[in-house]
């Protein structure tokens, strides 16, 4: 599904105040700090609460895998200014469906960050696939991750039950829908700077069996 240029872990994208790359080893105690905070994990449909040691070098062994693989662009948020690592952001191949999945620290709610990157993954799945849309999924009572794929020209298409045993069952999420033909992103933006950058450390160990599933956990992430 994705292209030899994203299978590569040099393959990074510029936003305005972001560098959204590779997962790496070292990015595994901001992960942790990130995702094992309640607020996060009930946001999400598979981060495990208490969050399980071991499960953030799981979860970064398992994207890199995904993204070597083609079947996802799995991306750490990082800041330009600090190099510190705020969230996570992916797009995972569904059938013939692009499905989106973020999640930012609480400590940067509200700041623009997420729709930052979200804008800038989906204009480079539509520049890069021929996918005809981008999907995401997200609860009903997550309003503020709703506002952030409205932005982004995402339209909601009816609800549905999905099972999250993460969450202790099925929860109710609404659908949202991002067609190519109505995106104005190639037409109207330019499409986000592709840098290389230097090959992380070698020896990563990073997201064993634990609680977390691999990239999944990005699904219905705010």
Same mark, same amino acid.
């Given at each position: ?27 595994? +105690? @901001?992960?942790?700090?990130? *995702?094992?905070?309640?607020?996060? &994990?009930? =946001?999400?449909?598979?981060? /495990? ?69 979200? +804008? @800038?993954?989906?204009?480079? *799945?539509?520049?890069?696939?021929? &996918?005809? =849309?981008?999907?995401?999924? /997200? ?69 064993? +069996? ?13």
């Amino acid at each position: 599904m994705f292209p030899d240029l994203t299978r590569d872990d040099v393959f990074r994208l510029e936003t305005p105040r972001l560098w959204l790359r590779w997962p790496r080893a070292s990015d595994a +105690a @901001a992960i942790r700090r990130v *995702v094992e905070r309640a607020e996060v &994990a009930e =946001r999400t449909s598979s981060i /495990v609460h208490p969050y399980q040691q071991g499960s953030a070098e799981a979860f970064i062994l398992a994207a890199r895998a995904a993204n070597a693989g083609g079947e996802a662009i799995e991306l750490v948020m990082s800041l330009k200014t600090t190099r510190e690592p705020i969230g996570q952001i992916s797009a995972r191949r569904r059938g013939d469906e692009i499905e989106l999945g973020y999640v930012v620290a609480p400590t940067h709610w509200d700041e623009g960050y997420a729709s930052e990157a979200v +804008a @800038a993954l989906v204009d480079i *799945v539509f520049a890069l696939t021929f &996918a005809p =849309r981008v999907v995401a999924r /997200v609860m009903v009572e997550n309003e503020a991750s709703a506002r952030v794929l409205e932005k982004q020209g995402f339209l909601a298409q009816g609800e549905e039950t999905v099972e999250m045993p993460a969450r202790g069952g099925a929860r109710l999420c609404r659908r949202y829908v991002l067609d190519r033909s109505s995106r104005e992103g190639l037409r109207e933006r330019r499409v986000p700077a592709m840098r290389q950058q230097a090959a992380a450390p070698a020896g990563l160990h990073a997201q064993g +069996a634990g609680a977390l599933p691999p990239p999944e956990a990005s699904r219905c992430w705010m």
